[in-house]
T-cell receptor, first 116, second 113 residues
């Protein structure tokens, strides 16, 4: 099946630092999404990217859809303690010729720890 | 903000027993999904559902699994005869259209003894 390689696996940073994480794939996705998961909760959507080359911001978060459609990165600027959690990239791609199925393929996640 | 709700939050079941996990998707959404996350691993797709039928399923979703939308609001996942390896977090998700972002519930932790 499709694989997303997400790195780094974990990061331990000081409050105020910027963070960058990325995902790569051997195949093309039509949409890239970034989710954050906190303990005991489900993934919460942070940013959705729909076009190759697209750069989108959501507050202190910025994400880009790679020009080859095989990669994406997420940056968090000026980190704060509540940024702690697991960040997942997910690729969305049609699986049939009709284009009606868009299952998500997830990366393994980046565990972010922010030291106050 | 509308959200996907799942019940129960934790289900403990004996191996071989049937279990039903329940979800209430966001009310105007048309596409529904189940995913699972084994402890410490990534989220994996199980099945997608649209217009009262399965539109896609993964190899994990074997004959022991079934989904149903019994009424206008609930979406259920049934595991007929649970195995130890079914222990995981099960997430329900929904989207308005198939190419729009999926929104997830907080999951049901299923523990098989």
């Amino acid at each position: 099946g499709q694989q997303l390689n997400q790195s780094p696996q974990s990061m331990f940073i000081q409050e105020g630092e910027d963070v960058s994480m990325n995902c790569t794939s051997s195949s093309i996705f039509n949409t890239w999404l970034w989710y954050k998961q906190e303990p005991g909760e489900g993934p919460v959507l942070l940013i959705a990217l729909y076009k190759a080359g697209e750069l989108t911001s959501n507050g202190r978060l910025t994400a880009q859809f790679g020009i080859t459609r095989k990669d994406s990165f997420l940056n968090i600027s000026a980190s704060i303690p509540s940024d702690v959690g697991i960040y997942f990239c997910a690729g969305q791609k049609s699986w049939n010729s009709g284009g009606s199925n868009y299952k998500l393929t997830f990366g393994k996640g980046t565990l972010l720890t922010v030291n106050p | 903000e509308p959200e996907v709700t799942q019940t129960p939050s934790h289900q403990v079941t004996q191996m071989g027993q049937e279990v039903i996990l329940r979800c209430v998707p966001i009310s105007n959404h048309l596409y529904f999904y189940w995913y699972r996350q084994i402890l410490g691993q990534k989220v994996e797709f199980l099945v997608s559902f649209y217009n009262n039928e399965i539109s896609e399923k993964s190899e994990i979703f074997d004959d022991q699994f079934s989904v149903e939308r019994p009424d206008g609001s609930n979406f259920t996942l049934k595991i007929r005869s649970t195995k130890l390896e079914d222990s995981a977090m099960y997430f329900c998700a929904s989207s308005y259209l198939s190419n729009q972002p999926q929104h997830f519930g907080d999951g049901t932790r299923l523990s098989i003894l």
